[in-house]
């Protein structure tokens, strides 16, 4: 089996992602994985105490399907928000371009660089003390109006 990128209408990414959990549609449409990068990130509403966190997609418009007959894949999630596939460029006729296992082992990689970098923003462990200030790491603090 071949990864192909079906594109898909605009924000449909993580419904179709959705709709290929069930296990039998991925049967009859001989879909063995699907795979769509997703970055999260973090929106603080003002009525809202603590920030709530989204997902988008990092390659809009395309999800990956590891599939045998990526055109049974592409007809069969039509209703679903699939428009086509990505096709190899310079043919006369248009065949479906394969996508290695090595180019989507490098998406991986950057989804993962994205969300470490976005780990460290929150990780309030490594953060410095003002220079020159006279607490140092490791001191204890008494506040007095929380006694």
């Keep these: 089996m071949t990864w192909y990128a079906l594109t898909v209408s605009p924000r ?21 994985d699907v795979y769509c990068p997703i970055e999260t990130y973090s ?5 809202k105490r603590h920030p709530i966190v989204r997902a988008r997609p990092l390659t809009p418009g395309y999800v990956f399907a590891r599939c045998r007959r990526p055109y049974l894949a592409m007809r069969g ?4 928000g699939v428009t086509g596939m990505l096709y190899q460029a310079g043919e006369s006729h248009d065949r479906p371009a394969p996508i290695s296992d090595t180019a ?8 993962a660089e994205i969300a470490m970098r976005l780990t460290r923003r929150r990780d309030r462990s490594k953060r410095k003390i ?4 006279e607490i140092k790491v490791g001191d204890r603090l008494s506040i007095p109006h929380l006694d």
Excluded: N, P, W, Y
Aim: glycine letters at 4%.
């Design 43 to 47: 929106v603080r509403l003002k009525m």
């Design 130 to 133: 003002r220079a020159g200030s």
């Design 77 to 80: 999630l039509a209703k679903d």
């Design 104 to 111: 989507l082992h490098q998406i991986k990689m950057r989804e």
């Design 12 to 32: 449909r990414e993580l419904t179709l992602m959705g709709t290929l959990t069930d296990e039998d549609l991925r049967d009859f449409l001989e879909i063995e």
